[in-house]
């Protein structure tokens, strides 16, 4: 990159960052023409990238008089109104005193060094980066009294540019908005395909594909919250676009509540990309003087196809979504006792547990739901989070200390947004929920929504969440919220139409003074899972639970589309038993492990059920994870193309050192050679690649053993059951060599069990297995 982050020409602004430009001008009649967004230009006249009129279209609606060709229907456009002759989709609808319409021509711009704070939500930080830029353009409709302010904030060192948008009534009377998007983004087609992360509960982030074509396509939620169902994030791939190759977009949102993007593809080739706040159900009443600003959409091109592009939203997300006190450090192992105990809580099992737990190598202990006082399900308690007696008789703060006692740290669920009908808060304050007047409020997992509209309910959460941290001596939270809003509906905001953005906007606030003033506390959040794994949650929390399913067969698919725009330092992954409670799939613990070590590793598993061989794997597997822990959580990740649908490829870690997962969901009798490419290494220099060691249980051999066994056993009996506990084959035993463009070229992989017999280097994959491969240089050993 040569020129400044942001140099504004004559009419002309470039943005730039490392490896790409974002580029639009001021048209003479006062439009910001979208020019580029693509691979670095460096700064030069612009005037071929501009769309080109030389006389009017048919049936087009002409801006000026004067000009017939000026069309806006065909132009690219930074932002569009109503009524002006462009009639593609507007990403703003607003309502002043003569109407819907709306002409927001140039009035002013400047330049800022670092990004512009937002009044009520989080956005992307500066950190310590210099060549952060900003720029603020300001439009103005006299007519309607109204100033619309594009922000735009270059993050140049991880090729991201941001892009919201504020308005203003400059007028006398009240104007309401019903949609304010925060993005809109005009590119000539390339044959686009659409990537979106959806699903539902236990299956969320599954990638899907659409090709963008005539018409509207749009996803989004109307949950309150980011939601399970459609993240916020998605991307654009250009026809010839692949893992390593190829122009791709992603666009994503800082923001937790209900979102909604659409692409609109016109008769012109031209398509149309916009993101923001869901309008259904959303008003925002503007009275003179007021602004109101949307969250921040997040942008980023490469032209290195998918991995590219998940580089640099990796990189961002590291470098200026993640709160600077969790910036790139080491994210414990935890136990999380929730798979093993559920509601069933006393303090001497889960001392039993955290006993067991440090003996394996888990750094932090976390006691899940069911600890607090009238919780014996789900059905009650919700909102009193006082200790109970029976559960704890020393109190937290006493448990707390036996867990530090085993080397461990000590961390707390909570689910501070919601109430059971049946607790103490919601029998004494009944007027703190959200409810319809007249109407009783409906109920999800027998809960209500706390009205965070509401400032003296939110100065109570500060308070309460705040004094349990500090009185037990927690230094991790899990912060869950398992259901969605309903009964939009509060007294402390004007219109209905506010609710569930003020409540987002109050969430956030109150997530900040909880937890800025405790920087020593990690923050994972939750929501039944990855029901809000969004840049807005974010901003305050290390991680996120990605899902409810720990199945890693199934785990796969979901960590692989988070992938896409999140790092696997966000990522909160698990082993816990099989067969597994989400599906009855059996899997080979090498394999939970393998997939959960891709993300912030876990276990949430009944401990007291262990044999020894299970003990000693996962032992082995903690100090795997904890030696090659950076990489897994900060390195670049990759994945591979896959060149069978059942079969996955990871990669962490480049040039000197890396880890590649090998996964096959199903098998296939003789199966196909395999050829493991890794990426990333430098040419001329020897490396070595080596399977970790892992085991292989008799069990999974069933009447096979007698081929190995010197003595006949029965594969359902008591002596093989008695074996298999205390005894496994080896399994992944595979050493190759190869110099950086050979692994590039892929590695031709030992053959895996194809029913002729069996042998030490064999690949005993099976159904759901895997190996992980660690790559080093030959010449540092
Ligand atoms: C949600 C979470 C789980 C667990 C339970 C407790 O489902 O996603 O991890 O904490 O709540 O009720």
Redesign the pocket.
Known sequence: MGSAVIEVRGGLFLLSTRSTSYWFRLTEHGHLEHLHYGPYLPAQDADALRVKRELEHGSGVAYSPDDPAYCLDVIPLETSGIGQGDYRLSPIEVAHPLGFDTDFVYAGHRLLDGTVPHPTLPTAEAGEHPDVQSLEVTLADELAGLELTLVYTVFADTDVITRRARLRNTGDATAEIARLASLQLDLPDRGFTIRTLDGGWIHEAHAHDRPVSSGVFSIGSTTGASSNRHNPGFLLLSDDAGEDHGWVYGVNLVYSGSHEARVERDAHGSVRVQSGIQPQAFRWPLAPGEAFESPEAVLAFSDEGLGGLSDRMHRFVHAHITPARYRGVERPVVY?S?EAT??DFDEKRQLSLAKQAAKLGVELFVI???WFAGRSD?TAGLGDYTVDAKKFPSGLRAFTKKVERLGMRAGI?V?PEMVNADSDLARTHPEWMLRVPGKAPREG?HQQLLDLCNPEVCDYLVDQVGRLIDDGGFTYV?W?M?RHLSDAYSPHVAHPGMTAHRFVENLSAVLERIFAPRPHVLLEM????GNRFDLGMLRFAAMI?AS?DTDPIERLEIQQGLSYLYPLSTISAHVSASPHQQTLRDTPLSTRFNVAAFGCLGY?YDLDFLTAEERREITEQIEFYKLHRRTFQFGRFRRGARPRPDRFLWQVGEGDAAIVGNFQRGVRAAPERDVLPIAGMRPGIPYRIVARPQRLSLDRLGHLINHVSPVRLDPGGLVMNVVSKHRSLPDGVEEYRGTGEMLDAGIRLNMQFSGTGHHASMRMLGDHGSTLYVITREDDE
């Open positions: 999380n929730w559920y509601f899940d739901d069911g789900d669920w689910e997992r899990k869950d398992n939750c929501s039944s899972g639970w409810d949430e």
